[in-house]
C-alpha cells in the first residue's frame, strides 16, 4: 500500500493564480480530510469527507473548494492564491471516524504565493 | 471554548533520561484526546489515543500517555528517550462537533 499520497510537494504561486493539490488514498478508507498546518500554530482543518459524494467544511474553509467523486481521492482547488493561503497542507484519511480513531496522512504540500 | 494548549515549544532531554511532553484540554463532556508526531519533511504519525478506561495509555515507540481528568491533562512520557525521537509533537482534542483540535505542536530534542 502506498498510503496517502499527495501531490505536488511544492509549488510557488502568484496572487490570483488557481490550483489543485491533489489527495489520493489506497485504504478505502472513508473518511478524508485537508489540514493546512502553519507555523506555531498547530493544524487547522479546512474541509472533510465521510465518503464519496459528502463533503463539509471544516474551522477554515474560506478560499477552497473540494469534491469527492470517488473513494480514493479527494482533491483541494484554490481558486484565487492569496498570500494567507501560504502553507504546508496535509491531506488525511481515516477508515472510520478520524475523531474517534487513527488517522493516516501524506507527507504534505507546500505552497508559497507571491 | 474548547481548546487544546501544549505549554512548552521545545523540550530538551538527553539521551536515556525520562521524557514528558505536556498537554492540557478544555472540552465539555468526556475527552477524547490523542497524541501525534511529525517527523521533519513528513507528515504525522499517530502514536496513542485516550477514549475510555484505564488512565495509562500504552502506544507506539515506546509512548504512553497519562490521563488525568482532575488536571485535565494528558501529558505524553518515555522512560528513556532515544536521538530517533527529536521531532514535533502535537496533542489533539476531539470537540464537540467531531472534529479534532490540535495543539500547536512541541518540538522534542533529544542530546547524545
Known amino acids: 500500500n502506498a498510503g496517502v499520497t499527495q501531490t505536488p510537494k511544492f509549488r510557488i504561486l502568484k496572487i490570483g493564480q488557481s490550483m489543485t493539490l491533489q489527495c489520493a488514498q489506497d485504504?478505502?478508507?472513508?473518511?478524508m480530510y485537508w489540514y493546512r498546518q502553519d507555523p506555531g500554530m498547530g493544524l487547522k482543518l479546512i474541509y472533510y469527507?465521510?465518503?464519496?459524494?459528502?463533503?463539509d467544511k471544516g474551522e477554515v474553509p474560506n478560499g477552497y473548494n473540494v469534491s469527492r467523486s470517488t473513494t480514493e481521492d479527494f482533491p483541494l482547488r484554490l481558486e484565487l492564491a492569496a498570500p494567507s493561503q501560504t502553507s504546508v497542507y496535509f491531506c488525511?484519511?481515516?477508515?472510520?471516524?478520524?475523531?474517534?480513531?487513527?488517522?493516516?496522512f501524506g507527507p504534505g504540500t507546500r505552497l508559497t504565493v507571491l | 471554548a474548547q481548546s487544546v494548549a501544549q505549554p512548552e515549544d521545545q523540550v530538551n532531554v538527553a539521551e536515556g533520561n525520562p521524557l514528558t511532553v505536556k498537554c492540557t484540554y478544555s472540552?465539555?463532556?468526556?475527552?477524547?484526546l490523542f497524541w501525534y508526531v511529525q517527523y521533519p519533511n513528513r507528515g504525522l504519525q499517530f502514536l496513542l489515543k485516550?477514549?475510555?478506561?484505564?488512565?495509562l495509555v500504552k502506544g507506539s515507540y515506546g509512548f504512553e500517555a497519562e490521563f488525568n481528568k482532575s488536571q485535565t491533562s494528558f501529558h505524553l512520557k518515555k522512560p528513556s528517550a532515544l536521538v530517533s525521537d527529536s521531532a514535533l509533537y502535537f496533542c489533539?482534542?476531539?470537540?464537540?462537533?467531531?472534529?479534532?483540535?490540535f495543539g500547536q505542536g512541541t518540538t522534542l530534542q533529544v542530546k547524545p
Open positions: 488525511a484519511s481515516s477508515y472510520l471516524d478520524g475523531s474517534y480513531n487513527e488517522q493516516f
Open positions: 485504504m478505502n478508507h472513508n473518511y
Open positions: 469527507s465521510v465518503g464519496a459524494g459528502i463533503t
Open positions: 472540552v465539555s463532556g468526556n475527552p477524547y
Open positions: 485516550y477514549i475510555t478506561g484505564d488512565n
Open positions: 489533539a482534542v476531539r470537540d464537540n462537533t467531531g472534529k479534532l483540535i
